[in-house]
């Protein structure tokens, strides 16, 4: 389906450095950036403190033989992903910005909307996660000098909540991050570094662990197709291949798979929950994880930000007072749902698995692959379409089954706690 047959984003913009090629109008910053910031952002992606929760998430349910053969594996197929997207980026004679205009422009606006669609529950399920963190790594950094049971999880959820709103309100679009991204690197280093130092000690001092993968019958089926989901939610986010394999994954195996080695089938979800070490250092990790989570909460909230501002007419400065109205209560009005949600249900790794099967999976997967087959569909050969089909079919029922599986253990989980618990 042609570009005429659909009406989107009707104000256009032209970008000389992109040789002429139109953009949608957008209320943000856009084809303005250095590379060097650009990578900060991926970097930040990647590298956030959901790190400290593969070893529990993913390496427990999944096992040695299936958590390492897994990650490496969705490091690959994420890449591939990425790379059929890339192809795509200026398609049609225009530059698309965004994934949903992508979509739009090959399928038509009912696509366009499913994609809107699917894009906001995707990042507004990473923000749940990224409040629960930001929530457990308060809460234990609390304990660490009073373990009296006053702060519970909940009261430091809506503390953290309350901080992402007030940082959402002050920087008004992703290019105005500027030096927080290299805050949030030297955060995430800290955090990095310290839970591998403590993890590799306790682990060598440590008597042999239990790696056996825990439940049985199935609950243990459930358990293991919903840590699929997980594998392809560490790759959520739009990744540069030349960074991927570098900044962006080595860190992240290195904290997994040491954390796992380490306590083996009893890695706490949070993997500071588990490490032993002097209590200034723990605290140290605890706070930059709560600090890099509100700076990278503000990356993958700014798509939401940036459609809002658009749809508004939200320009000028930052601190019009229109402008900063504006943002106090729209972005602080969905922080504030967002946190209620995160209080409501604080269960991390069920969030990481249904954003995974119900976003990640179609998006990334199925909907990449799809996309290609159709706008390359005069010049693939017949095995290359036979190979992206088997792609759609595999991921679409992968999608499926990790859906089921996510929203049982959601259900499980709520029973087995109560809303608003104090894990």
């Keep these: ?48 403190a959901y790190v400290l929760g593969y070893s529990g998430t993913i390496m427990v349910p999944l096992g040695w033989t299936g958590g390492v053969v897994g990650l490496v594996l969705a490091t690959i197929i994420s890449l591939y992903a990425n790379a059929l997207i890339a ?61 009296d049971d006053q702060l519970k999880l909940p009261y430091c959820i809506a503390i953290a909540g309350l901080v992402c709103a007030m940082f959402a309100i002050c920087i008004p679009h992703l290019s105005a991050l500027g030096i927080w991204l290299g805050f949030s690197t030297v955060f995430s280093l800290a955090y990095i570094v310290i839970a591998f130092v403590l993890s590799l000690k306790d682990g060598l001092q440590s008597p042999p662990r ?15 197709i919903g840590a699929s989901a997980n594998l392809v939610f560490a790759y959520n ?61 503000h990356i993958f909230a700014s798509p939401m930000y940036e459609f809002l501002d658009t749809k508004y007419g939200i320009k000028g400065s930052a601190l019009n007072v229109k402008n900063m109205s504006f943002r106090i209560g729209v972005r602080g009005g969905y922080l504030a749902f ?43 050969t017949s095995s290359q379409k036979l190979w992206h089909w088997v792609n759609i079919c595999f991921f679409g029922i992968m999608s499926l089954a990790a859906t089921i599986a996510a929203i049982r253990l959601i259900a499980v989980d709520s029973k087995t706690y109560h809303v608003f618990a104090d894990l």
Excluded at 215 to 220: E, L, P
Excluded at 238 to 262: D, K, R, S
Excluded at 268 to 280: K, R
């Design 87 to 147: 192809h795509l980026h200026e398609y049609g004679g225009q530059r698309h910005i965004r994934y949903r205009d992508l979509a739009g422009y090959i399928y038509g606006k009912k696509v366009y909307s499913l994609t809107w669609a699917l894009q906001y529950v995707n990042l507004f399920m990473i923000n749940t996660g990224f409040i629960i963190l930001a929530g457990s790594a308060l809460k234990a950094t609390y304990v660490l000098f009073r373990d």
């Design 338 to 380: 967002n946190t209620f949600v995160s209080a409501l249900l604080p269960f991390l790794g069920d969030f990481m698995s249904l954003t995974g099967a119900i976003s990640t999976f179609p998006l990334t997967f199925i909907l990449a692959n799809h996309m290609y087959l159709v706008a390359k569909k005069y010049k693939l």
């Design 1 to 48: 389906m042609g570009r005429g047959d659909i009406e989107l984003d009707s104000n256009k913009v032209c970008d000389e450095d992109a040789g002429g090629v139109e953009v949608p109008d957008t209320a943000h910053q856009i084809s303005s950036d250095s590379w060097f910031q650009v990578a900060f952002v991926l970097t930040t992606g990647i590298n956030s």
């Design 210 to 224: 239990d790696y056996d993968i825990p439940g049985d019958g199935i609950s243990k089926i459930f358990t293991i």
């Design 237 to 297: 986010t739009g990744m540069l291949p030349e960074i991927q394999f570098t900044v962006g994954v080595l860190p992240l195996y290195l904290v997994t798979f040491t954390g796992y080695w380490a306590y083996g089938s009893s890695t706490a979800v949070y993997l500071l929950n588990s490490v032993n070490g002097p209590i200034w250092v723990k605290a140290l990790a605890n706070i930059t994880a709560f600090l890099q989570s509100v700076i990278a909460l």
